[in-house]
């Protein structure tokens, strides 16, 4: 009886831990590459980026820079933010937009199979782009860049035919009257330049929402 008794329990423990390990989520890995789409809300220009450009329920992006893992295995991100194109390390970035409770409003973006191929000559020419000067001005096409333009101009330096974003005309008005809004119209006169309103370009909800891309983790609701 004692015998029975004991392969009961061994039965009934088995079952248990087999249960317990298959609820269990393996753990989130960042692979080179990723896209990591960033909600700042820390300054008015990020407010005003987001408010032009839209984005998710919850969230709306207004930077993105994109996973790079050295030989040495740190994780760094390469982005462009305001004193140029950089790396940072993934703590950093991952710590500018911190909530009250310790998470982060960040979600991660992984290109589809057929682009895989593109990352190691992308990030290879980003490096190259290091100490580059940021573009307040958001033209595409000189030797400054704001941070979706540098992840769209790594990808397309390489030449190929097939793009993984795509430009759109960009607009600086609000969608509900269609007037420029007056944070754009200060902050362009301040610069001497016209608005560029219409001009090509992308932004980081637009490139969220990519086909060619899987968003496969956010650290808000790990």
Sequence with gaps: MSFLRILIVLVLSAQFIGCHNLQKKPRFTLEKGDLLFQDLDSDSISDAIESVTGGAK???????????????????????ISKGVTYTTLQSFLERSST??????????????????????????????????????????DSSYYCSELIYDIF??????????????M????AN?????????????NLGVEIPEGKPGLNPNGMHQSPNIEIVFSYLRQ
């Design 58 to 80: 919850d969230l709306s992006f207004s930077h993105v820079g994109i996973v790079d893992i050295k030989s040495n295995g740190d994780t760094v991100v390469l982005e462009a």
């Design 100 to 141: 009250a409770d310790k998470k982060f409003k960040v979600e991660v973006g992984r290109l589809n199979p057929e682009f895989k191929s593109f990352i190691d000559k992308a990030l290879e020419a980003g490096e190259k782009l290091i100490g580059k000067p940021y573009d307040a001005i958001y033209v595409m096409g």
């Design 156 to 169: 397309a330096s390489k030449g190929d035919s097939m793009e993984v974003f795509q430009l759109n005309p």
């Design 171 to 174: 607009t600086f008005k609000d």
């Design 177 to 189: 009257s269609g007037d420029f809004l007056p944070f754009w119209i200060a902050y362009y006169k």
